[in-house]
């Protein structure tokens, strides 16, 4: 069985992840669903904010970090 086919299997048996379909759909239903223009946004606005968060690395510069030290 291929990785993605446990995957879709897990989240189709998966109790948490069937309300939240649930959910979504009574949102959409009820007409408080977004339209696909503002899905997208939202989601390049989220990864906008992710990729100009500082670093959680421990090594704050390259120069410090143990595969750096490493190289001769």
Known sequence: MADYDVGRLLLARSPRFQALLDKSRQSIKAGKGVSRAEFWQAVKQRNY????QKSTSPWPDQDNSPAESNKA
């Open 49 to 52: 904010k992710q990729a100009n």
